[in-house]
T-cell receptor
């Protein structure tokens, strides 16, 4: 079993749609969780951290379910510019700095 | 935040040769890492670059194949030694600053093709 699993997609959605990505992780000791965004042929960039209480940043909402070891990302009112690969990222150990990346979910938003 | 640059941005190399990739950060980072991203896949951590001492390698990666240096807080190198076509990949360095420990900043990557 992979340490961090994601549906690779692609998710093809029209502009304005709401889309949700899910991710599961295997290490119950993990403490830090993130969503990164990677555009084609670019480096990953932090989209948002994921907190136990859930967090929202504009059109983006992240949720964490520790009991199920499950993380989600919801994107509302999708824009063309949201097209990218979204990487679910979990810290590798309690140090909090060594990250394990999921395989990524590719999103394509179409006019 | 941190701005990270890498050199070269890309290279095409012959098998059996070695390539050294440089990573420069514009501010002091507490930790630096090297990742590999093979075509169509996500990132895999190669090692943690430790200042002034040997790097800490992840399972499946060894110092003889991927020697790493970090002489100071803002600079590191990764060498891909005795290359084979299987080493064709994107190599990325990343860093964490003391002021923002939640964020890893990535360099733009070095795209390596081994013939």
């Amino acid at each position: 079993r992979k340490e961090v699993e994601q549906d690779p997609g692609p998710f093809n959605v029209p502009e304005g749609a709401t889309v949700a990505f899910n991710c599961t992780y295997s290490n119950s000791a993990s403490q830090s969780f993130f969503w990164y965004r990677q555009d084609c042929r670019k480096e990953p960039k932090l989209l948002m951290s994921v907190y136990s209480s859930g967090n929202e940043d504009g059109r983006f909402t992240a949720q964490l379910n520790r009991a199920s070891q499950y993380i989600s990302l919801l994107i509302r009112d999708s824009k063309l510019s949201d097209s990218a690969t979204y990487l679910c990222v979990v810290n590798k150990d309690n140090a909090g700095n060594m990250l394990t990346f999921g395989g990524g979910t590719r999103l394509m938003v179409k006019p | 935040s941190a701005v990270i640059s890498q050199k070269p941005s890309r290279d095409i190399c012959q098998r059996g040769t070695s390539l050294t990739i440089q990573c420069q950060v514009d501010s002091q980072v507490t930790m630096m890492f090297w990742y590999r991203q093979q075509p169509g896949q996500s990132l895999t951590l190669i090692a943690t670059a430790n200042q002034g001492s040997e790097a800490t390698y992840e399972s499946g990666f060894v110092i003889d194949k991927f020697p790493i240096s970090r002489p100071n807080l803002t600079f590191s190198t990764l060498t891909v030694s005795n290359m084979s076509p299987e080493d064709s990949s994107i190599y990325l360095c990343s860093g964490i600053t003391s002021g923002d420990t939640d964020t890893q900043y990535f360099g733009p990557g070095t795209r390596l093709t081994v013939l």
